[in-house]
């Protein structure tokens, strides 16, 4: 991909460069001495090779970036690009960084950063050190996303300073893309694990299926290709007619998690959806992140695991053990729109054995055999990281004044009624 | 951690390093240099050795302070005399406490700036001149350009790891980031450097050139102008004290140069040495012993506005000339140095300078001064007849009758403030002149006072004892001539140079040398000539000066130092004739103390590095508006002249050396040959060099170090002939092919017939990833099996 746009800046170096570049003229011309007035041609020279150097070593870039699959809420992503020079000479000290919006403070104004709660605590920013003549090389970035959802790139900045930081042109490579970022997962401790198998019954004896190898299920007729061995020579000299033996198979347990996020749905299709502050979407995305983790954990335990969500518009998901199917819950849970449906729309078609709710116990599901995992509870019942690390680490930061301060209060995410009718439709 | 992260502190260390050094040689401090030099490497083995130790910076802030506490106190004992000092002093002091800090970013960049300012500094200081500096500037460059890159590169990777830390979770601590490269990264960025030098000095050069000059001196000569230095530096006074004990032999640092043309041919020798006038001092004051100007002299002086093209002093047309540049390297002196014969008439016709505004000018006594001294390196030009005749003084006042006349009784107000009639007073400007009296007022350069009758019996015994006239009141030039010769060559003959002054029972030095010791200096000798001279009534004066009998073969031009300060005397011939040089000092003796020659190699190199001295001077330093219009003008006239003028030029150039060096057939067929030789080996070693990296690449080494890379090249060769005696029969091993592939699959082919490149392929693996070398019993085998595979293929090929 050919860039876009192109600039060129003056950095903080440059100012300073070009300040003492005025400093060595005029002691130049004040001093009349012959080595103050080389000093301000070598000085007039560096200037003008970063020009000609940013011109020249930028001419010729071409980038894409590699299509990234997924990433995970507070995990490192690792965005990866194709970068290509076809210019004459090498380039050194290349810097690429994904932005958003448009100028020089743009992703200030627009992207993930901007976002509240914010998406991206940072730009991602990956370094290429050299990029030779007619060379491809494979450059990376990183960026630890805080929350689920769709992460959304817009563009890509390059740029070197190179030789002396003075001034620095920039090409912008537009290349829109999304990329999936899943809930936060941990680790379910044993005891939650516990609590919540148990429950099932689903595992504790042998389900009537046919098709394993285990005990016998039934009898059928004979049918070309079955073994010597299981046909039933008694049954078959009896009746005159060869009979096999169905034998039955195990079939795992299963887990329904019923994610409630009811207590921030509208009563009512029709009536607004509730403002959400910056706590109750915290609150939420615990709720998530912890219906993520037990879906996983249970994937990995060797459990069908299902999924259904009240108070959003999406469709219930039946219990099966596939990786696929884990990968399609946690696509859900990282695209769930919590307030976008009313409470009990889509009704579950099967018994939840765990109900993760969001938002203390204020919610109307019922709780007959099922076990209720609060959202707020998600530091009890996982293991090892804090639910909280990352909002914590914000205010951390927030104290120290690198960041600005989160406002709780603050309307973080609205579902307006056309939305929910557009999502329904 | 940063892989850039050492190379850049190492860089910038040297750097700082460099820095201090350069400093300290401009500032003539050896101790100075000791000390810090040597804090500066304690504070790398301490801050590098056992994690990266470091004062904090609360120390750092104290050491600041007691930086700016040492810097009240050199302001305090100096008077801040010398600013410029000061301020390298300050910036070294603040250098010393950041080496022993520890350095991010910011400490890095503070220490390299202060280490810039540092250099800069120096370069306006006196022995910023010199080339030692230009050196050490010119290495300084190299080591900032290197330093800037790394460190803009190291900033670079640093500053994307502080951007995916403060991405990062708090419990997330991102590894640095691996850093991207290209093939040939290395290759390539030595040769971005090096163009981006070559660039930036191309640059350097055409500002240089081309920037606008101003013929006034700027504030570096009043910010380095050290006080008193003048004659503390040259050696040379404007005033003379016989009283002033022994004189020593002087310091060997050159203090100008001078080179004398005729018709455009250098001429000069030691054989034939010139004086360099600078004060002329008529009046002696017994009371004091010493030697001063009259208010005689105060009469005839004049104000001249230097013009662009010079100043003309006197028209001799149509007379030999003699062309002398004279540049001053270190001396901050009002008196410009004019070059005169050691025995002949004072003449100067012309003076061209570049700098000085204003001239001030006797006709009396000649004596050149500069209203605006200057302590910047500055080069003019004085032209002398080479047979002057003649009283120069009428043609002086014919050609300067305007000018700015100059009274005792008026008041200085600086160059261009004349007062209300038009005059100027330079009493402050250094001139010292004598009590006012009429009576000396008329018998100007005509009394002595102390002992006359005695003086004046000894004068008249040498005159009688040389068969010429006792009372030369009225005689004739050339008796007057005669007469001071023989004056001069008995004080030569009877008494002894010597660099002491030694104390007498006399009240008067002058009395002293005539009559008991019978020894001293050049200016008891000059001050004893005068008193002969006056006594039997010639008129006599003092010079103080240089005496320019070094000189410099490579470069054509004399070498003038400070210990070759020299006094002589001037005789007035008379009416029509003018004054005539003389110098009673015996000269053997005054070479043998003052005129100390290293001759062999190490005189041969002294004298070369005296003369590159000179060039970086005469080309850089001295380079002014004058110099930038006959620069731009040459390179303009150059360009529009064509090709044809451009071989005429260098035809005319060769044949002015020639003729320079006097080559003759057998010079110009050695020479010849000499060159012959030198491009044959300039073209070996550079197809060596490409043969050499050509099989490095072909060997595919040039990812290996340096070191490594060159010794498998070497030892590899084998392989590479095996690949060429193969080709030349028809195998060629394709470029994506192993060599033991290759190999295998000629020995699938004809075992037998490719059995030495099986075993040659072996030794090339073990050479070259078995860590083996190739020796002696190695190499025998690779002979052996490429003789063996020379035969077996020519075998078949038949």
Known sequence: MKPTRTRLEVGPTGRVFLFVLALTLGAALFTQANLMFMALGLL????????????????????????????????ELVLRYRLSKAGRVPVFSLVLTETWGKGRRGYKRAGPMKERPQRLLERPTGWVKHLARDAVCQAQSSCWPIRRGQLGLQAIELHSDFPFGVVRRVVVFEDPQEVLILPRLYRMTRQAMGAVTRLDAGGFHQLDKEGGSEEFYCLREYRKGDSMKIIDWKHSAKTGELRSRQ???????????????????????????????AEDEYAIDRAISLAASLACDAYLAGYRVGLNIDGADTMPLRPHHSHPHRAAILETLALVRAGTLPSGVHAPSETPSVIVQAGGERGSLRRRRAVVLLGDELEKITVPIAPNQILASRHKRDRRGERPVLDRDEPAFEVSSQERGAARA | MNPLDYPFRRLAFLQILLGILAFCIAEGRPVLLALVGALAVISWFYTESGGRRGISRQGLNFGALGAVMLLTLEVRLTGASQPVALVGHFTMSLQVILLFAQKGRREYLQLIALSALQMLSGSVLPGGITLIYGLLLLVYCILALLTALTFQLKSCGDLVHERQKSAAPLDEAPAFPEPVGGPRQRWHFRWTAAALGLFCVVCAVLVFIAAPRSKQDGLAVALSRPAGSAQSQAGFSSTINLGGGAIG??????????????????VGGEDRPWLLRGAVLDQYEADTQSWVRSHQNATEERVIEAGDRGLRLANLSGQPIYD???????????????????EGPVATTYLRVSTQKHIQFNIEDQQLMSLSPSSRVQEYGVQLPVQPQGDIRELYKAQLPDQVRVSRDTGWRGPGEADSRGRFDFRSRGTRFGPASEEEDERYVRAWSVEVDRV????????????????????????RRAAVRALARYLRLNFTYTTDNPKSAADDPVIGFLFLNRAGHCELFASGLAALCRCVGLPARLV?????????????????????????????????????????????????????????????????????????IATIITYDKRAQEELLGAISSFITAGPDSWVGSARAWVDTKSSNLEIDQVGYIMMVLISVVLMVALFSLIRTLILRHRRMVALQLTALPRHQRRQLARQLRFYITMLEVLERYGWERPHWQSPYRFARDLAEQDQLRFEPVVS????????????????DLRRQQVRAHLRRLETTLSGSAD
């Open chain 1, 44 to 75: 007039g020279g560096l200037l003008l090779s970063s020009l000609v150097w940013a011109w020249l070593g930028m001419r010729g870039l071409e980038l894409d970036r590699l299509p990234a699959s997924h990433g995970v809420a507070g995990e």
């Open chain 1, 247 to 277: 034998l039955t198979q195990p079939v795992p347990p299963s887990l329904i998690i019923m994610l409630d996020l009811s207590n921030y749905a509208p009563a009512n299709q029709d009536d607004a959806v509730p403002q959400r502050t």
């Open chain 2, 249 to 266: 032999t002087g310091s060997p640092e050159p203090v100008l140069n001078l080179r004398v043309k005729r018709n455009g041919v250098t």
């Open chain 2, 324 to 342: 002398a540049t004279i540049t001053l390297r270190r001396i901050s002196q009002q008196n410009l140095f004019v070059p005169t014969a050691v």
């Open chain 2, 456 to 479: 004046g019996a000894m004068a008249r015994s040498i005159l009688s004892s040389a068969g010429l006239p006792t009372d030369l009141s009225n005689a004739d030039a050339a008796t």
């Open chain 2, 544 to 616: 103080t000066g240089f005496r320019a009998a070094e000189y410099n073969e490579i470069g054509d031009y004399y070498v003038v130092r400070q210990q070759h300060a020299h006094a002589w005397a001037e005789v007035d011939l008379g009416p029509g004739h003018g004054w005539y040089t003389i110098d009673a000092t015996p000269a053997s003796a005054v070479d043998q103390l003052h005129f100390a020659r290293s001759g062999g190699l190490l005189g041969s190199l002294r004298s070369l590095y005296d003369h590159l001295e000179f060039n970086w």
């Open chain 2, 760 to 775: 040659l392929t072996e030794l090339f693996y073990e050479v070259r990833f078995g860590h083996r070398s190739l020796d």
